[in-house]
């Protein structure tokens, strides 16, 4: 299973390599290590134009994930964005939060009914129970993952969904699943 991770660049750092160390023993594999890599600074020099190319990596990434894993301890704008990008992608959320020095965003509360988006706190002193935290999170995640799959139907049903698709401006599986 592969996973994208993010957070805000002022966030610990020590913990987020923790965080790739359990999911790899877990047997999930990262799109990308770039919240171990990048600064605030790398961020502050860059040009519209590699804002934009970043922006669009982002988005690889997510579509290439089987689920996201989210630090939001400490709030930025950038996460949200993020988030909610993969969220609507339909991508199982694991959001975790250090809570002996944040908190949940008032926002991502009343996401926690969703099926998809689980919110996880954890102890930077006791990172221990964080690996636990994110096996059970894990194997959650994995249960929520949609599964894709091809069928054949015939040319008349295939206009059929053509119409509802036009007239409903929908995509024709959204509306198979509905």
């Known amino acids: 299973m592969k996973f994208h991770f993010f957070s805000s660049l002022e966030g610990d750092k020590i913990v987020f390599q923790k965080i790739f160390e359990y999911l790899k023993s877990m047997d999930c594999e990262p799109v990308t290590e770039h919240p171990l890599e990048r600064t605030i600074n790398d961020v502050k020099s860059e040009t519209p134009e590699e804002s934009e190319k970043y922006t669009h990596k982002m988005a690889d990434w997510i579509n ?7 630090d939001v301890t400490v709030p930025d704008v950038s996460i949200g964005y993020e988030m909610m990008y993969a969220i609507e992608k339909g991508k199982p959320a694991i959001i975790l939060y250090d809570d002996t020095k944040g908190y949940v965003p008032y926002t991502l509360k009343g996401m926690s009914a969703s099926e998809k988006v689980h919110i996880y706190s954890y102890h930077s002193d006791n990172l221990a129970d964080l690996k636990k935290t994110l096996q059970f999170a894990v ?3 994995k249960s929520q993952m949609d599964v894709r799959f091809n069928f054949f ?3 008349k049903i295939v206009s059929y969904l053509d119409w509802i698709a036009k007239k409903r401006k929908m995509p024709r599986a959204v509306y198979l699943y509905i």
């Not at 290439?64 to 989210?70: K, L």
């Open 64 to 70: 290439h994930s089987d689920f996201i894993v989210v």
């Open 139 to 141: 194997d959650d995640a």
């Open 153 to 155: 139907v015939s040319p």
